[in-house]
């Protein structure tokens, strides 16, 4: 075990970012795109809907210290996961719920935890994918809150899970 990734899309990527920067083992989050059908797009052509692009994050983190179902968590317990047009007022394709899995691991832990809500009674608005081309967004959206001293209005922790 070492250095893994993991790629969440949770409507804005700056609250997204926020949360997970904050979690012990995460060496870095870096705010970007995936899932569209153009190569290296800017925030104006994801926002614009006609990419398929979500915005994502990507989150590099030390299994060592955290494991992959913690940060899955995490992800749940941030946005509403039940939301299907985007999160909280943030409307739109590129503010859908989805998880794009690295492997057979991370695709597994997160359909259970997907179950577990649905027991729960929940209805589950995220996505699974496979991983694919992650484009790291613009600079002026890395470390977007903590530059900006701000605190997320779309993204609020809420404990969900034992």
């Known amino acids: 075990m070492g250095l893994s990734k993991a790629y969440f899309a949770a409507g804005c990527f700056w609250g997204v970012e926020y949360y997970f920067q904050k979690e012990n083992g995460v060496k870095s989050v870096i705010s970007g795109y995936m899932g569209g059908h153009i190569s290296n797009p800017s925030y104006e052509i994801v926002c614009s809907g006609n990419s398929g692009h979500l915005e994502v994050v990507e989150v590099i983190f030390d299994e060592n210290i955290i494991s992959y179902e913690k940060l899955a968590k995490l992800f749940f317990e941030i946005h509403d996961f039940t939301q299907t047009n985007g999160q909280g007022p943030d409307i739109g394709t590129q503010y859908l719920s989805a998880i794009f899995y690295t492997d057979e691991n991370q695709k597994n832990i997160s359909q259970n935890l997907i179950v577990e809500l649905e027991k729960m009674g929940y209805k589950v608005a995220t996505t699974l994918y496979p991983e694919v081309t992650f484009y ?14 701000k605190m997320p209005y779309c993204h609020r922790y809420k404990k969900i899970f034992n």
């Open 136 to 149: 790291k967004a613009e600079d002026y959206h890395q470390n977007y809150y903590n530059r900006h001293n």
